[in-house]
């Protein structure tokens, strides 16, 4: 092929490459390694804190069943830790929930005193952030020196951020994955 479809199909792919791994959720087991237990008081908050959970994600509560169990509740629920009116019980010990909007997601355990001793945890998917893969590279260099240094809107996250949620994305999506089949 001739120079100029040889740049063409590396744009494309360099497009594909970007939008690819943002069609696929991620999976985040809660607490990791330890997963939902009460066993040395994981620190839920911060686990959580620790991700950035998007639109599209798997929460995935691994457990032993006959000790613990998921709820998913009310903020007002989540805070005073009433397991009396659910939204949804899991209780098959690898419980998977997938992240269909923003903001948050309130899980407990119902077990008796569990959810008072920590076994809760606050999903949080953040209303300004996207499903974009990956960071675009800062034109002002540093990471640290971004915001104040950059006149205006972030260049590259603004549209990007339309982008996502508009149809379009999902279109990108089938059309990447469909190309990446034949790739
Ligand atoms: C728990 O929630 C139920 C229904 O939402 C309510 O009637 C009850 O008073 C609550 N219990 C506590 C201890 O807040
Ligand atoms: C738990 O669920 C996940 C996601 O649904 C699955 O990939 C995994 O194989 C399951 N693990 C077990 C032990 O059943
Ligand atoms: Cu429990």
Known sequence: MGLSSFALASVFLALFLQVLPGCYGAVYKVGDDVGWTTIGNPDY????SSKTFHVGDIILFQYNAQYHNVMQVTHSDYKACNTSAPIATHTTGNDSYTITTRGHHYFLCGVPGHCQSGQKVDINVL??????????PSPSG????????????APNSAPLNLMMDAKLWWAMCIFAVFVSAFA
């Open 45 to 48: 908050k911060q686990w959580a």
């Open 127 to 136: 209303r300004t952030s996207s499903v974009e893969p990956a960071p675009a």
């Open 142 to 153: 540093s990471a640290s020196s971004g915001v104040a240094s950059t006149p205006g809107p």
